[in-house]
């Protein structure tokens, strides 16, 4: 059972994935169906930076993951060539 701790810290980043989602999704969705001049403009970014930021944090997040298991494949052959080595 999730401590009320757990529950908390669940919260936060449900709240900050929604906020997130609901900013990206009016930049990406609503704003070109506004006015230039509209104060809206004045909260986001070009909408250049609504491909290529996404774009940057998938290739970071997958050479990230990617990195992981290649490390983690290198320790477990290097623990299986040492207890080999050990049992020879």
């Known amino acids: 059972m999730a401590s009320a701790q757990d529950k908390a810290v669940g919260s936060v980043f449900i709240l900050i994935a929604a906020i997130v989602w609901l900013y990206y999704t009016t930049w990406v969705f609503v704003l070109p169906f506004v006015d230039a001049d509209h ?50």
């Open 39 to 88: 104060f809206l403009h004045s909260f986001f970014l070009a909408r250049e930076y609504a491909i290529l930021l996404p774009t940057l944090l998938l290739v970071v997040g997958v050479t990230g993951i990617g990195g992981f298991i290649g490390m983690s494949v290198v320790k477990k052959q290097l623990k299986s060539k040492a207890a080999a080595k050990k049992a020879a």
